[in-house]
């Protein structure tokens, strides 16, 4: 059973920048689907950006323009810009391998104004 651990959450101010990293404790390929969900208080699970199987990039409108989701051989990041108050939330790591979901465990985001 593959393993997800995010980091880079923590506190920044409305217009700051978060990288945040999602280690898996072995190798992503092409053919996996890789994204980040945030959940806010109160609120649903989201998509906020991911890749698709043969690298096909899907974003929420709300964070097109600030965010970039990219991924390396066992590493996914988000790397968020401009970031809003409404950016605030629990932000977790999503794999899909061979059709079997695994989550993160999530990290904080919190945005200030």
């Known amino acids: 059973q593959v393993q997800l651990v995010e980091s880079g959450g923590g506190l920044v101010q409305a217009g700051g920048s978060l990288r945040l990293s999602c280690a898996a404790s072995r190798s992503i390929f092409s053919i996996d689907d890789v994204g980040w969900y945030r959940q806010a208080p109160g609120k649903q699970r989201e998509l906020v950006a991911s890749?698709?199987?043969?690298?096909i990039l899907r974003y929420a409108d709300s964070v097109k323009g600030r965010f970039t989701i990219s991924r390396d051989r066992n590493t996914v990041n988000l790397q968020m810009n401009s970031l809003k108050p409404e950016d605030t939330g629990v932000y977790y790591c999503?794999?899909?391998?061979?059709?079997?979901?695994?989550w993160g465990q999530g990290t904080q985001v919190t945005v200030s104004s």
């Open positions: 890749i698709f199987s043969g690298g």
């Open positions: 999503k794999l899909l391998q061979r059709g079997l979901p695994t």
